[in-house]
């Protein structure tokens, strides 16, 4: 008997589109070739400071706060965000590119939004400075810079680099930052980039032919869902101490948990993920509630 894998949910969450909205399959900003094709670039997130001078290590950990909390267009027109309600997305901890999970929008749209980041730690929706003409791409940029923004003040999430504090040396009470999409970054500003290419790590089934073989019971809870993390490394490999249960769940249940892959995910094997045709480490999430006994 067979080894069933315990993760059922696909890589992305529902609300979240795969389809990569490009005008052509190969692009400077998206492609599936490695390695890539010459002159390829990633779609870039930009951020400067008006009217000051600020370190362009502070504006590139706001950049990569920002992209890295874009969630897709459709999914924007589709919910009502808060931070708190974020689902997770595909993450390559380690890695300073952004995720192109979520990529539903030509390479060619723009929007300049103004944010101010506040030192008694008040956020407010970011204004825009230039429009893209595309209200659907607006609404997703600007609710991407302002679920960084409560993330960084209001959260504490691993997830997210958005700086807690105003940057050191800076003595105001509010610093105005504006943030680009699509626009190549001038001398000082920081900058993010989506990766050009990318695969999420895949199960590919057991490491042994003949898995050890034992019995227990499905993971059984009352909750709506049961949202856990783990990394797989670039060897395709769990990481058992990475695991985190994003579901609020009771100390018992944890325990189950933990205890459920400590059993099975040695005998996991996933082909790695690629960020950029390199391998990379990979957040994956599941839904605990479809995981199955062994049989």
């Known amino acids: 008997m067979r080894l069933r894998t315990l993760f059922a949910?696909?890589?992305?969450?529902?609300?979240?589109?795969?389809?990569?909205a490009v005008r052509s399959a190969e692009t400077v900003y998206a492609s599936q070739s490695?390695?890539?094709?010459?002159?390829?670039?990633?779609?870039?997130?930009?951020?400067?400071?008006?009217?000051?001078?600020?370190?362009?290590?502070?504006?590139?950990?706001?950049?990569?706060?920002?992209?890295?909390?874009?969630?897709?267009?459709?999914?924007?027109q589709e919910l009502s965000v808060v931070a708190n309600d974020i689902p997770p997305t595909w993450r390559f901890p380690g890695s300073t590119l952004l995720s192109r999970a979520g990529w539903d929008f030509e390479p060619?749209?723009?929007?300049?939004?103004?944010?101010?980041?506040?030192?008694?730690?008040?956020?407010?929706?970011?204004?825009?400075?230039?429009?893209?003409?595309?209200?659907?791409?607006?609404?997703?940029?600007?609710?991407?810079t302002f679920n960084a923004m409560q993330s960084g003040v209001m959260l504490d999430r691993a997830r997210d680099t958005m700086p807690k504090e105003l940057?050191?040396?800076?003595?105001?009470?509010?610093?105005?930052?504006?943030?680009?999409?699509?626009?190549?970054?001038r001398a000082g500003e920081g900058v993010a980039r989506f990766a050009v290419q990318e695969k999420a790590a895949e199960g590919i089934g057991n490491r042994t032919a003949r898995p050890r073989t034992r019995m227990y019971e499905p993971i059984t809870t009352s909750?709506?869902?049961?949202?856990?993390?783990?990394?797989v490394d670039t060897l395709g490999r769990m990481d058992l101490d990475s695991f985190h249960a994003v579901s609020e769940a009771d100390e018992p249940l944890l325990t189950r948990l933990r205890a459920t892959l400590v059993?099975?995910?040695?005998?996991?094997?996933?082909?790695?993920?690629?960020?950029?045709?390199?391998r990379v480490a990979h957040v994956r999430d599941s839904d605990a509630r479809n995981w199955n006994g062994m049989r």
Do not use: K
Request: glycine content about 10%; proline content about 7%.
């Open 9 to 20: 949910l696909p890589l992305v969450p529902a609300v979240i589109s795969c389809s990569h």
């Open 34 to 76: 490695c390695p890539l094709p010459g002159g390829a670039r990633g779609y870039p997130v930009t951020v400067r400071a008006e009217g000051v001078s600020v370190s362009e290590q502070y504006l590139t950990q706001v950049a990569l706060a920002v992209g890295g909390t874009w969630r897709g267009v459709r999914a924007e």
């Open 108 to 144: 060619d749209q723009r929007e300049t939004l103004r944010m101010v980041l506040r030192r008694n730690g008040s956020v407010r929706m970011p204004e825009a400075v230039e429009e893209s003409g595309n209200s659907g791409f607006r609404r997703a940029a600007r609710f991407a």
């Open 167 to 185: 940057p050191r040396g800076f003595v105001g009470d509010s610093l105005i930052l504006v943030i680009a999409w699509g626009q190549e970054p």
């Open 223 to 231: 909750a709506s869902s049961l949202l856990v993390t783990f990394v």
């Open 263 to 278: 059993q099975v995910g040695p005998q996991v094997a996933y082909r790695p993920a690629e960020l950029n045709c390199r």
